[in-house]
């Protein structure tokens, strides 16, 4: 079984505790958040493996924390709230973090969150696909009140880590297995 460490980033407000509860315990809460951990085993193509999300907080005084949280991360989800423009905004100082902090390209998702406030909506689904493409990597919109696309943005993360991290050393002491060819992480709306 494999092991993850997803953080999940963003500013204050965008729903990054309610998307981790709803992943994890799979009900909707909102509760403002310093920092807190979920666990849940789950089944990504035919293989078991355990995720722990890392729950962030999005204000600039908690950024030496959030280095933290960076740094331990394998996985890292980038969030904004499709109902709040300067949520979307300032997507890049929280990228800029991750590859500071991981000194390079760090393997997450950008998230429009919310998206069943569409007729609140200030930021539309084609300005997130667009910003993915730039970030280079993929764009999933959700509703972490509805749980839509919650779990498929956990699952599509692992099959990123999955395809992209070398495999480490066997637990009985054997050679490392053969990194797998990095493939060209393009874009993918869901």
């Not at 355990?50 to 331990?72: K, N, P, S």
């Not at 904004?80 to 300032?90: D, E, G, H, L």
């Not at 696909?129 to 699952?155: P, W």
């Not at 002491?173 to 493939?183: I, V, W």
Request: glycine share 8%; aromatic share 8%; charged share 30%.
């Amino acid at each position: 079984m494999d092991n993850w460490r997803v953080a999940v980033l963003g500013d204050g407000g965008v729903g990054k505790t309610a998307l981790a509860v709803q992943f994890t315990l799979n009900c909707f809460t909102y509760d403002p958040t310093i920092e807190d951990a979920y666990r849940k085993q789950l089944v990504v193509d035919n293989r078991m493996c355990f995720v722990e999300v890392i729950d962030t907080a999005g204000q600039e005084e908690y950024a030496t924390l959030r280095d933290q949280w960076v740094r331990e991360g394998h996985g890292f989800i980038l969030v904004y709230s499709i109902a709040s423009r300067s949520t979307f905004n300032r997507l890049d100082v929280f990228r800029q973090s991750m590859r500071r902090v991981k000194r390079g390209d760090p393997i997450f998702v950008l998230v429009g969150n919310k998206c069943d406030k569409a007729y609140e909506r200030e930021v539309s689904r084609d300005e997130g696909a667009a910003l993915a493409r730039q970030f280079g990597c993929e764009f999933i919109e959700t509703s972490a009140k509805t749980a839509q696309n919650v779990e498929r943005l956990f699952i599509n993360l692992v099959r990123s880590l999955r395809q992209t991290r070398s495999m480490e050393v066997s637990a009985a002491g054997g050679p490392a297995k053969q990194k797998p060819e990095k493939s060209k992480r393009g874009c993918i709306v869901c």
